[in-house]
C-alpha cells in the first residue's frame, strides 16, 4: 500500500552560507524525494521562536532562535512514501558527531547548532511546519 507523505525539510544558515543548496537538494532527488516547494527566506528572530516553539523551555532555545535567523535559509516540502521518517534518517542524528555515514548531517554539519538540516519530526508537526511557510 502506498503512503505518500510530505515533510518539512530546511537548508540551514550553515549550508546556504557555504553554497551547498543545490548539493543537498541532489541529495534529496537521488533518494527519491520529490521538492515540491522551495524558497529561500530570510526569518526575523520572532518567527523563529514560534516556528521552535516546542523547544521554549530548552536552554538553547535563544541561541536556536538567533541562529536560524541570522542568515538565509532554503525551506522546501518533500515528497515521499513515509517521506518523515525517510528524511529523518537521510539527515542522521541531531549532533553530527553521532551521524552515520552517509547522512546529510555526518557529510555537512559542523556542530549540533550549525547542523545543516532540520525536518519534520512527525506527520503531525509536517502539517504543522509546512502551513507555517507555505500558508496557501
Ligand atoms: P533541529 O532538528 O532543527 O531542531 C532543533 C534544533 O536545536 C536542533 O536541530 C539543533 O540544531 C538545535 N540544538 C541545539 N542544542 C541542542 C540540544 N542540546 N539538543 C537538541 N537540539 C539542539
Do not use: W
Not at 519530526?121 to 496557501?136: L, P, Q, T, V, Y
Request: hydrophobic share 35%.
Amino acid at each position: 500500500m502506498s503512503n505518500i507523505e510530505q515533510t518539512l525539510s530546511i537548508i540551514k544558515p550553515d549550508a546556504v552560507e557555504r553554497n551547498l543548496e543545490n548539493e543537498i537538494k541532489q541529495v534529496f532527488k537521488e533518494k527519491g524525494f520529490q521538492i515540491i516547494k522551495a524558497k529561500k527566506i530570510k526569518i526575523e528572530k520572532s518567527e523563529a521562536e514560534s516556528f521552535y516553539k516546542v523547544h521554549e523551555t530548552k536552554p538553547f532555545y535563544n541561541d536556536l532562535c538567533a541562529y536560524l535567523s541570522s542568515g538565509p535559509i532554503i525551506v522546501m516540502v518533500l515528497e515521499k512514501e513515509n517521506a518523515v521518517l525517510g528524511n529523518r534518517e537521510l539527515m542522521g542524528a541531531t549532533n553530527p558527531k553521532d551521524a552515520e555515514d552517509g547522512t546529510i548531517r555526518k557529510k555537512y554539519g559542523i556542530s549540533i547548532d550549525k547542523n545543516s538540516v532540520h525536518g519534520s519530526d512527525s506527520i503531525e508537526n509536517a502539517k504543522i511546519e509546512i502551513n507555517f511557510f507555505f500558508k496557501d
